[in-house]
């Protein structure tokens, strides 16, 4: 089953898509702060909620973690 059709999958592949982006602002600020428009655009906002975000989305990602482990 594709993760677009399974909500606690497409949870999981939003909340990794937003910890990578930020990682990657991280460590390289220059690669996602001159693309804000298009597909870059997207990376860029994903890295935004990351930053601004974070104590939200680590709560998310430990939940995630635990309902993946202990639930599935």
């Known amino acids: 089953m594709s993760a ?4 606690q999958s497409l949870l999981t592949v939003i909340l990794l898509l937003i910890c990578t982006c ?9 690669l996602l702060d001159k693309h804000k428009t298009g597909l ?3 990376f860029w906002k994903c890295a935004r ?4 975000k974070s104590p ?3 709560c998310c990602c ?5 309902s993946i482990l202990f639930l599935q």
């Open 40 to 42: 870059l655009g997207i």
């Open 4 to 7: 677009i059709f399974n909500f």
């Open 56 to 58: 939200w989305v680590a």
């Open 22 to 30: 930020a990682y990657i602002r991280a460590l390289t600020p220059s």
């Open 49 to 52: 909620i990351g930053e601004r």
């Open 62 to 66: 430990v939940i995630m973690a635990f």
